[in-house]
């Protein structure tokens, strides 16, 4: 008879479970990230991986003081289990943790008042999910990036256009519009690993010094908070064009 056997079977629930949750979420994602479900069922599959994988760790807790007191039988997998449900656990409740750090809005843009418009790509009927109306929005907008603007560079509009080209290119963005004589641009970008879709559109306009005025706007199209990154990625793009 095997000795210890509530020890093995203790450590191996949790090895088994930690590293069930972790698959469970990886193949909702690479699923969603291949649009063979929807995008926010497998990231809901990745939600539902994090209480599971914090479970995981806690039962490996217990594992590892039943190894202590029986002389360390299945110390393997009640490491390996507290290592990988806490890992998995931390790291996805750092990752969550944006959300509560910027505000529940998926349309991001330097102009509030004019936001630059798309022509050549759609935003979704329901682009105001999750706020009261265009005032709330802009509430909101303004607290959580009050210092978000646009650019003046010392380049013509058909400059900026070409360049915003280039660095979407760089970027693996989709570029949908690029329109010198209107100065505007259009791509579609792509963020975290289930590529969740997102819009952008920029918007040059020239100045009375022969400069050129920028503005963007990105906008997700499924989910109500993008976790900052529409914010970022305007930041990084106006300041990828005017380093030049």
Request: no cysteine.
């Amino acid at each position: 008879m095997t000795e210890h056997p509530w020890t093995r079977r203790i450590s191996g629930l949790a090895f088994w479970l930690a590293l069930a949750a972790v698959l469970v979420a990886f193949a909702g994602m690479t699923l969603a990230r291949f649009d063979i479900v929807g995008k926010l069922q497998g990231f809901s599959m990745f939600l539902y991986m994090v209480p599971i994988a914090g479970i995981a760790a806690l039962i490996a807790v217990v594992a590892l003081i039943m190894n202590w007191r029986a002389g360390w039988p299945a110390v393997r997998k009640a490491v390996l289990g507290l290592i990988i449900g806490a890992g998995a656990f931390g790291a996805a409740t750092v990752a969550m943790s944006a959300a509560t750090e910027v505000p529940a809005i998926h349309d991001i843009t330097t102009d509030l008042d004019t936001p630059p418009e798309f022509a050549e790509l759609s935003i979704p009927a329901d682009n105001m999910r999750g706020v009261d109306g265009v005032e709330d929005w802009k509430a909101q907008h303004r607290e959580g990036y009050p210092d978000l603007d646009g650019i003046t560079v010392d380049q013509t509009v058909e400059q900026v256009i070409t360049r915003a080209a280039e660095i979407a290119e760089d970027k693996g963005w989709d570029v949908a519009a690029s329109d010198a004589a209107t100065g505007r641009f259009e791509a579609v970008s792509y963020a975290s690993y289930i590529k969740f879709e997102d819009i952008v559109v920029l918007r040059a306009v020239p100045t009375e010094d022969g400069k050129t005025r920028v503005d963007m706007r990105s906008v997700s199209r499924v989910g109500v908070s993008d976790l900052g990154e529409n914010a970022k990625r305007i930041e990084g793009f106006l300041a990828a064009l005017q380093a030049g």
